[in-house]
DNA sequence: CCGAATCCTTATTGATACTG
DNA sequence: CAGTATCAATAAGGATTCGG
């Protein structure tokens, strides 16, 4: 109930109808890394009052696109969780990212990036599934000193905050170094080998994971990034 | 100066500073068509105020994303264009619209679709240009009495209202059938043969043309979308 | 602490009228 | 035609408060 409907027989100015107001895209965007409780929401949104917040939220659930979760007794507590239509989002998502990374300033340090951001803008953005060996794959990869666990499914790659136990590759990746790959590299030369550094996992899978991500070194050419 | 901006470092944040204002994004859908003089920008966002529209373009001008070009002194007019910059959110506007064609209700009848509609959501958001045989392409669509060129150029496909002379295939499309074969068809099983009609163009030209547009008669079996 | 609701101020939008 | 100017209606921002 925030904004007014374009009112147009158009499925971009609906999508917009439904997801144009301010912060709403953030608050998806946040929720594809998972459900989230109000809180999480608001330290990752700084700035965010917290009347909208509460208000984009009810608004995104009657439009069914985030549902709210109430966690079994003992810790009752509500999460936020995007539905398949809100999960759906993540094209849209994905494209902002691409079109935005290539006007981000390179990042300072590590400090500069979130976690969630790294992931997000420095791999998910880049990811062709279609590269892998096929059949599912689990990877780990951690930020910083915080890991994410990323689920190759069905051609989809999907994340998770944490870790899972065995993967077929563990990588530590310095956040602000990939970053800066990613602005830099975005269109030309690659500057410097990307900051992975395998921590398991043998040789192919190593490369798989290389290859999907587009973390290969710099070939001694002009790289022309397929698409 | 319109909106505040998010002030995080994020791509997806950044890219909503520069397009995420109410209107933006449907301005630079309608100049995705070409570049368009201020009157009828204002024809194809019904509703905008006129304060508004300057405000945008002028946003938009001072982003980089639109550029102002005046024609040649005979008839002296203004017209807004896109920048390279303001060209690659296609993909932004493409993903917008995919999304929200499943949550279009099925048009009644051509005058519910606006010719520049039916080309982006119709065509040019299932364009697959890799389904083409290799080489560029001229292709020329009339929606109802409007035609529209469409030039397969390196890869890309890009649209132009109006019509060449010598064009790889002639189609006449009846706007409305076309949404909702897209709109229905959007998962799952076509209902109907798209609502196409050639007018010119080799046998080979035509097949080329239903595939790179998915346009092709519905398979017996189930249909993968491959993505 | 979590998940908001309320209140108030400021900024943006929408509608309409008007001008070079 | 291509915008500006004006002004009322809304939405966003920010601080504080409240109930479980």
Redesign the pocket.
Known sequence: ????S?EQYCPVALTLDAIG????LLIVRELLNGP???????TSLP????????????DLESDGLVE?QTLPPPAA????ALTADGRDLERVVRSLGRWGLRRLPPPEDDGDVEPGMAVRSGLLTFAQPRLADGGDRTWVVIFGDEPYTLFLESGRVRTQRGRVERADVVARIRPAALLRHRVAGEKGARRSRPPVTFLEGSEEKVAEFERVFDLAAPAPSAVTTPR
């Open positions: 109930m925030a904004n007014k374009y107001d301010r912060w709403t989230q409780r109000y809180s999480d929401l608001q700035g965010i009052p917290p009347n909208l917040l509460a208000s984009r939220l009810r709210r507590r509500t999460v936020f």
